[in-house]
C-alpha cells in the first residue's frame, strides 16, 4: 500500500499550484462570480484563461509531447484534477474535445488529423461539440437518424443533434450520421468532424430547469463536409464511437470527490447556521452522503492504481458513473431537506441560496447524461456481473 | 500510488480461501451450525483440524510479532483472513484469539506478552476479547468464551486478562449457529494488563471493528456472488431470472455498494496499521459500510433466489444470520454515522 504520489508528481503539483495561484483572480473565486456575466463574456474569458494556461504547459498531462501534451503520468493528471477543483479554476471550454476526440484522433487518426486538430484544440483555436444524442436517440444511441448523402468528394448531412454541450460557442461537432443509405442500428454510420460555422448548420441554446443552458441544439440543414474528414473508417463510426467513450475511463473520481467534498461542508455550514445540525436524522443523512464520499475518494485511489498499473478497467467505469452521480445528487437532497419548509427561498436572512439551488439543479442531470444510471446499471450487470441480456 | 493488495497478500487469501474451498466447505459449515443449534449441542464449533490446519498456516499468528514467534504482518493481512472467513462462513475462535493477542500485545506486561503471545500465535491457546460488561461481573456475548484459554475484559476503565474463563461461562444460545457465545459471570477482577489505557482501548476497539467489518464485506461478496450464479441458471417464464432488468439493477447497486465497502474497509485496515490521522473516520465509514452491504446482500440472497432460500436446506440462512449479529457488533451502522456526523460536523451544539 502506497497513498503518496512520487516526487516529480509532487513537484509538478507544486509548479500547477503555483501557476494557479498567481493566475486566477481572487474575484474569480467570488460566489455569483461567473453568474454575472452573460454567457458569451463568460465563455470568452474561460477560453482565454484555458489558453494561457496551455500555453503555460499546463494542458494535456498524459498526452504525449509530440503532441504539444506535457508527457505526464496517471498520477499527474489525478493531481491536475484536484488541484484545478482546490483552485476554484474556471472548468475548462473543451471538454469533449479534450476528454474524447483527442485521445481517439491519437488512436486512430490520420497524420493530417492529428495534426491538424490537437494543437488548436489545446490552445482553444477550435471548440469542439459532441454530435451523439438526438431527439429520438437517447439511451438508444444506435437509434440516430441524422443522415449524410454523399455528394462527389463530401457528404451533405441532414438532421438534429441534441444535448450538445457548448453548441452555442462550438467552432466544430465530431457528429454520428448515417452514410449508408438504409442501413439501421449500428451499421452504416460514420463519425464526421463538420464545421460548425456554416449556412447549413444553426446552433441554439436549450434552457434546462436551472434556467442556465449548458446544452443546447444543432440543426444540420444540407450541411458540407468533405468524406476525408471522417474520424476511422466511412461506416465504422459505431466502433469509432465506442473507442471513443471508452476514454471516459480516465474521469477522475478524485476532482469528482474533491469538488462535492467542498459542497457536503458548505451544506453542512448551512445546516449548523441554521441549527439543523442538531436534528438526528440530518445528522444521519449527511453521515450517509459523507460515508458514500469517502468511498469515491477510495475508488478514486484504486481506479488510478488499476490504470498505473496498466490494467483495462472497462465496464468497470459504469461503476464509478454511478457511485459520484447518485451520491452527488442525495448530497443536495440533503440540503433540500436542510432547508425544509424554506427549500425554495432565493435566500434566508443575509445567505444567499441561489448558487446552491444552481447546484441541486444541476444534480438531477448528472444521472442522465453520459449514460444513465439505468443504463449503467444493465452494463454493470451483464458486462461485470455476467448476467444474461 | 499503490491501493489495492499486494501480490503476496493476494496469495495469502488464495491460500486460506483454497484450504476452506477444499477442507471446509459449506457441507462443512451446516454440521457444526446444526450442532449449535440443536437442543443439546454435542460441540463447541471449533472443529480440532480446521483450527490445526489455521494454525499451521499461521492464521492466528498474523498479528503476533516476530519477537514473540509470530508472522509481525499487520492489520492489511488480517484482514485479508477476516474477509475470507466471512465468506465460508467459518466457525471458530479466530478473531478472538487474534484480538486477545493484540490486548497482550498492546497493553500487557513484558512477562504476560512473553507467556501468552508464542501460545497465541502456535494456536495452542484460544483467546477471547470481550469489551461489553466489566470484571468482576457479567460479561456478555463472548465468542467462544467456554473453549478459550485466555480472555481479555474490561476492568474498570482498564483491561484484565482471565485463564480459562469456561469456568465461568454459560452458553448463550443464538440462531447465527456459525458462531458459539457465551456469558462470562467473573468473580473477581482478573489480572490486570499494566499499560491499558483510554488511548490502547480505542486502538484495542478500532482493530476489532476493522475485523468485524471484513468478515462482514466477506459475507456481502459471496453472498451476491452466489445470488449472482444462481439468477444466471434459474428459469422462469422460460428464461434466467437475471436477465429481468428488476433483478440486474438491484445486484448491479448491491455491486457498488460492497465494492465500496471493500475499498473501505483496505482502507480502514490501513489507516489503523499506519496511524494515519484519519482512522477514526475511516473505521467508522467501513464498519458502516460493510454493514449496511451485509444486510443487504444478504437479505437480498433471499429474496433473489426465491422461495429455495426461505428453506433450511438452502444455504442462504447461514449467510443472513451471521450477517446480522455481526452488524450489530461494535455499534451498528447507525451508531457508525452518529459517529461520522460528530467527526465531521462536532458534536451536537446547544
Not at chain 1, 327 to 353: H, K, M, N, P, R
Not at chain 1, 368 to 377: D, K
Not at chain 2, 111 to 125: C, F, I, K, M, N
Request: hydrophobic fraction near 40%; charged fraction near 25%; glycine fraction near 10%.
Amino acid at each position: 500500500m502506497d497513498l503518496t504520489f512520487t516526487e516529480a508528481e509532487e513537484d509538478f503539483r507544486r509548479q500547477l499550484r503555483a501557476w494557479l495561484r498567481a493566475n486566477i483572480p481572487e474575484e474569480w473565486k467570488r460566489p455569483g462570480f461567473w453568474e454575472s456575466f452573460d454567457d458569451d463574456e463568460s465563455f470568452r474569458l474561460r477560453r482565454e484563461w484555458e489558453r494561457a494556461k496551455a500555453l503555460a504547459g499546463f494542458a494535456g498531462i498524459q498526452w504525449p509531447t509530440e503532441y504539444g501534451g506535457r508527457g505526464g503520468t496517471p498520477g499527474m493528471k489525478a493531481i491536475y484534477d484536484e488541484e484545478m477543483v482546490l483552485a476554484r479554476a474556471p472548468r475548462t471550454v473543451n471538454p469533449l474535445g479534450l476528454t474524447f476526440l483527442a485521445p481517439t484522433v491519437m488512436a486512430i487518426g490520420t497524420d493530417a488529423q492529428r495534426k491538424e486538430i490537437i494543437g488548436p484544440m489545446l490552445r482553444n483555436e477550435v471548440i469542439w461539440c459532441q454530435g451523439f444524442s438526438e431527439p429520438g436517440a437517447g439511451s438508444d444511441l444506435a437509434a440516430l437518424a441524422t443522415k449524410g448523402v454523399r455528394d462527389g468528394d463530401d457528404f451533405i448531412v441532414n438532421g438534429q443533434k441534441v444535448w450538445t454541450t457548448n453548441a452555442v460557442h462550438g467552432d466544430k461537432i465530431f457528429a454520428l450520421v448515417r452514410t449508408e443509405p438504409g442501413s439501421t442500428r449500428h451499421r452504416g454510420i460514420s463519425m464526421l468532424l463538420i464545421d460548425m460555422h456554416q449556412p447549413g448548420v444553426e446552433a441554439r441554446p436549450l434552457r434546462q430547469m436551472s434556467g442556465a443552458s449548458e446544452f443546447g441544439e444543432v440543426f444540420f440543414t444540407d450541411a458540407r463536409v468533405p468524406a476525408t474528414d471522417c474520424l476511422g473508417e466511412i461506416g465504422d463510426g459505431w466502433r469509432t464511437a465506442m473507442l471513443l467513450l471508452s476514454f471516459e475511463r480516465g474521469a477522475s473520481g478524485i476532482a469528482q470527490y474533491t469538488e462535492f467534498r467542498r459542497q457536503y461542508d458548505e451544506i453542512a455550514a448551512v445546516a449548523k447556521r441554521l441549527g439543523r445540525d442538531r436534528d438526528p436524522v440530518i445528522r444521519d443523512r449527511l453521515a450517509r452522503v459523507l460515508t458514500e464520499l469517502e468511498c469515491l475518494r477510495l475508488h478514486a485511489m484504486y481506479v488510478l492504481t488499476q490504470v498505473e498499473c496498466g490494467r483495462d478497467l472497462g465496464s468497470e467505469s459504469s461503476m464509478t458513473k454511478l457511485q459520484w452521480s447518485e451520491t452527488f445528487q442525495d448530497l443536495w437532497e440533503v440540503f433540500d431537506d436542510i432547508l425544509g419548509e424554506d427549500a425554495t427561498l432565493d435566500s434566508i436572512g443575509e445567505l444567499d441560496l441561489r448558487p446552491m439551488h444552481t447546484e441541486s439543479m444541476w444534480s438531477r442531470s448528472v444521472t442522465i447524461w453520459g449514460g444513465s444510471s439505468q443504463v449503467q446499471r444493465n452494463i454493470t450487470a451483464e458486462r461485470v456481473l455476467g448476467l444474461p441480456r | 500510488m499503490y491501493f489495492a493488495l499486494t501480490d503476496d497478500q493476494r496469495e495469502f487469501d488464495a491460500a486460506v480461501r483454497g484450504y476452506l474451498a477444499e477442507r471446509f466447505d459449506l457441507a462443512a459449515v451446516r454440521g457444526e451450525f446444526e450442532d449449535a443449534v440443536s437442543a443439546e449441542p454435542v460441540g463447541e464449533g471449533h472443529p480440532e483440524a480446521l483450527w490445526k490446519a489455521a494454525a499451521e498456516q499461521g492464521w492466528p499468528a498474523v498479528l503476533v510479532p516476530e519477537d514473540h514467534e509470530g508472522l509481525g504482518l499487520g492489520m492489511v493481512e488480517a484482514q485479508v483472513i477476516a474477509r475470507a472467513l466471512g465468506a465460508g462462513m467459518v466457525p471458530g475462535p479466530w478473531r478472538g484469539t487474534v484480538l486477545a493477542g493484540e490486548a497482550i500485545r498492546l497493553a500487557g506486561s513484558d512477562e504476560q506478552q512473553a507467556d501468552w503471545l508464542p501460545r497465541v500465535a502456535s494456536g495452542e491457546v484460544v483467546g477471547a476479547l470481550a469489551l461489553r460488561g466489566s470484571a468482576p461481573g457479567t460479561i456478555p456475548g463472548v465468542e467462544y468464551g467456554r473453549i478459550a484459554g485466555v480472555a481479555v475484559v474490561r476492568s474498570g476503565v482498564g483491561l484484565a486478562l482471565v485463564e480459562r474463563p469456561g469456568s465461568y461461562a454459560t452458553p448463550q444460545r443464538s440462531y447465527d449457529g456459525t458462531t458459539r457465545l457465551a456469558s462470562l459471570s467473573v468473580p473477581d477482577a482478573g489480572a490486570v494488563l499494566p499499560r491499558a489505557s483510554e488511548a490502547m482501548i480505542v486502538e484495542l476497539t478500532a482493530r476489532a471493528t476493522v475485523l468485524v467489518a471484513a468478515d462482514l464485506v466477506g459475507i456481502a461478496r459471496e453472498s451476491l456472488s452466489r445470488t449472482v450464479a444462481y439468477d444466471r441458471e434459474r428459469l422462469q417464464f422460460g428464461v434466467p431470472v437475471g436477465s429481468f432488468q428488476a433483478i440486474k439493477h438491484a445486484l448491479a447497486d448491491l455491486h457498488v455498494g460492497v465494492t465500496m465497502a471493500e475499498h473501505a474497509v483496505l482502507y480502514a485496515a490501513y489507516a489503523v496499521e499506519s496511524g494515519l490521522a484519519g482512522r477514526e473516520l475511516a473505521v467508522a465509514v467501513a464498519k458502516a459500510k460493510a454493514g449496511d452491504a451485509a444486510l443487504q446482500s444478504t437479505a437480498a440472497m433471499i429474496q433473489y433466489h426465491g422461495g429455495i432460500g426461505y428453506t433450511w436446506e438452502h444455504e442462504t440462512h447461514f449467510f443472513y444470520k451471521r450477517a446480522k449479529r455481526l452488524a450489530g457488533q461494535f455499534g451498528d451502522s447507525d451508531a457508525q454515522r452518529q459517529k461520522i456526523a460528530s467527526l465531521t460536523l462536532g458534536p451536537v451544539s446547544a
